[in-house]
């Protein structure tokens, strides 16, 4: 398995309690966490699993595409999305 820490505060946790909250993990989210803080408060734990961030790409509506960059734009496609006319928006509310 991935690398994990595994944070534990307001008590303490036996290794197959630490494994067995990895492995939840890994069948809640399909992946193993970063890091999981378990917060033990009595009979009960808190958890907090901290996930990898997943990298995206903006997508917009240029043109009528759906696009993410310019960059395989043709000549013509770039001068028409230069020349669109962008619309504000007023909501009112800020006089």
Avoid: W
């Amino acid at each position: 398995m991935a690398e994990c820490t595994v944070n534990v505060t307001g008590g303490e946790l036996s290794a197959e309690e630490i494994e067995a909250y990895k492995k939840r993990a890994v069948e809640k989210f399909g992946e193993m966490p970063r890091q999981i803080d378990v917060k033990v408060v009595g009979d009960e734990v808190e958890l907090q699993y901290h996930l990898a961030t997943e990298k995206f790409d903006r997508i917009r509506r240029i043109t009528g595409y759906l696009v993410g960059t310019l960059d395989r734009f043709n000549d013509a496609k770039r001068a028409e999305e230069r020349d669109r006319v962008k619309h504000g928006v007023n909501c009112g509310c800020c006089g």
